[in-house]
């Protein structure tokens, strides 16, 4: 019998500019890519966290979600530590979801600029 465990997923891409259009495109870019990459359906989502680097200001990330539908999910946003030799224009996601799959079966996405953030993601 599998049992259902909550998982982290995590991914991040990066925005070209600080405009609402732009920080909305690419968190929905993202999220699509995540979500094709682990087969997840909505109701396995416990809850969404967003963050962004300081230089991102423009529009809430987790906008971007409601406009695809996720009204029901719990989301919240936030702004990254500002490091000095962070990634500028980053939008960071950790997807929490209720799955049988085991931790080495997750795959974390990383796009645009934030492929250097993690060795292994998905980059496409």
Known sequence: MMTIACRGIRGATTA?????????????EL???????????????????????????????????RAMGWTNTALLCSHEMSVPHGLPGCIRVLILVNTEKQPEELVHVYLKEAT?????????
Request: charged letters at 25%; aromatic letters at 6%.
């Open 16 to 28: 070209d500019i600080n405009t609402k259009e732009s920080i909305l495109d690419a968190t929905k």
């Open 116 to 124: 250097t953030l993690r060795a292994g993601g998905l980059d496409e």
């Open 31 to 65: 999220l699509e890519k995540v979500i094709a990459a682990n087969s997840i359906e909505q109701p396995q989502v416990a809850a969404i966290f967003f963050t962004t680097t300081p230089d991102l200001n423009a529009e809430f990330p987790a906008a971007a979600a």
